[in-house]
């Protein structure tokens, strides 16, 4: 009992060590049982974020206004596909399965991001989308690209290569509308104003009502608070408004020459969490269109398997 509680004491231990060091941590790696619930947690439900937000955009590849905008819109759009791929890949290696993954989101055990259950309701919130939530999602994962998982790291790596153009792709659609005619401004400025806030919120609480944070920086899977995170895109992204000449909905936006950065107005928490718990304007429209996919896409699994399961038998069975 005594050497058990040596070993496991030598083993957090040299975790620890690895972590301090700024060392990555790899799969095989011993790790602490917390950090491993928390990384599944959060990886998981980045995975699912990247599927579910295939969404909101698929809605409009059968609208898009040109030949151009489909195809880029269908190549972003499964540049999210493969986002959330390797996201569950590298998931996996913490030891859970694909399917209880899967199994967590239907039972609404696991979260996806607060953006996705937001409705798209025309050509502009494609703009929107692109340029506020993949922006505020390059902001996030750049600093994850540090984040102290090997696996999620390097996601992060080639992720970010991608967003950046879903970022300027969304910005392009935005600087267009505002180059053209009265309606199109209008139409931008209302997608602005709808998407501003919920994109904010992508951040999470505030730094004081985050309970994940704590273990998050100790064991340096966070770099960067939520907050931190939230002023850098709020910085960036009201030097774009303005040149393109949109207005941020926000009378309370104010530079703080003090602390470097925007000041904002108060964000709709409660909104947030009524999202966050399943009650946001599309959470079970999207759920559902999940559930749905997912099980009519039973035998393409099947086959699969069965395929390897043959495969495997015939390199065994010789
Ligand atoms: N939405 O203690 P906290 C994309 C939850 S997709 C929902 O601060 P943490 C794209 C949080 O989970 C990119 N829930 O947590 C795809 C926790 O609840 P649980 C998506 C949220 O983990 C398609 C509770 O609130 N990016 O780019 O330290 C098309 C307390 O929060 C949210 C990622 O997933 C939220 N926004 O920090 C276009 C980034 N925020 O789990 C674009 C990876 C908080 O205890 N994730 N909650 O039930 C992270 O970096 C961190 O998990 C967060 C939250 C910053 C989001």
């Known amino acids: 009992m005594e050497k058990t509680d040596t070993v496991l004491e030598e083993m957090l231990k040299n975790f620890e060590e690895k972590?301090?060091?700024?060392?990555?941590?790899?799969?095989?790696?011993?790790?602490?049982?917390?950090?491993?619930?928390?990384?599944?947690?959060?990886?998981?439900?980045?995975?699912?974020?990247?599927v579910i937000g295939m969404q909101p955009e698929g809605n409009w590849i059968t609208r898009a206004p040109s030949l151009r905008a489909k195809q880029i819109l269908?190549?972003?759009?499964?540049?999210?596909?493969?986002?959330?791929?390797?996201?569950?890949?590298?998931?996996?290696?913490?030891?859970?399965?694909?399917?209880?993954?899967?199994?967590?989101?239907?039972?609404?055990?696991?979260?996806?991001?607060?953006?996705?259950?937001?409705?798209?309701?025309?050509?502009?919130?494609?703009?929107?989308?692109?340029?506020?939530?993949?922006?505020?999602?390059?902001?996030?994962?750049?600093?994850?690209?540090?984040?102290?998982?090997?696996?999620?790291?390097?996601?992060?790596?080639?992720?970010?290569?991608?967003?950046?153009?879903?970022?300027?792709?969304?910005?392009e659609i935005m600087a267009k509308m505002m180059a053209g005619t009265k309606e199109q401004q209008e139409m931008a400025q209302d997608a602005m104003n709808r998407w501003w806030w919920p994109s904010l919120m992508m951040f999470g609480p505030h730094d004081g009502d985050s309970p994940h944070t704590g273990d998050a920086f100790k064991w340096k899977i966070k770099r960067h608070s939520n907050d931190e995170l939230r002023h850098k895109f709020i910085d960036k992204t009201v030097q774009q408004a303005e040149v393109i000449g949109l207005t941020i909905p926000d009378k309370d936006l104010k530079w703080n020459e003090a602390k470097g950065h925007y000041d904002h107005g108060a964000i709709n928490w409660d909104e947030f969490y009524r999202t966050i718990n399943g009650n946001g304007p599309c959470n079970r429209q999207r759920l559902a269109h999940h559930i749905k996919v997912h099980n009519e896409g039973a035998w393409v699994r099947e086959a699969a398997e069965a395929y390897r399961a043959k495969k495997e038998k015939a390199i065994f069975n010789n």
């Not at 506020?132 to 996030?140: H, S, T």
């Open 74 to 171: 269908l190549a972003k759009i499964q540049d999210e596909g493969g986002h959330g791929l390797y996201l569950y890949s590298a998931a996996e290696t913490l030891g859970i399965s694909r399917s209880e993954l899967i199994n967590q989101l239907h039972t609404g055990k696991a979260k996806y991001s607060n953006i996705f259950n937001y409705p798209t309701l025309n050509w502009a919130d494609i703009g929107a989308i692109g340029w506020l939530v993949d922006g505020a999602a390059i902001v996030n994962q750049v600093s994850l690209q540090r984040t102290s998982y090997g696996p999620y790291s390097r996601a992060m790596v080639r992720i970010c290569k991608e967003e950046s153009f879903h970022q300027r792709q969304g910005y």
């Open 19 to 50: 972590i301090n060091r700024g060392d990555a941590i790899e799969p095989k790696d011993k790790m602490p049982d917390g950090y491993r619930k928390h990384l599944i947690r959060q990886m998981s439900q980045h995975a699912h974020s990247e």
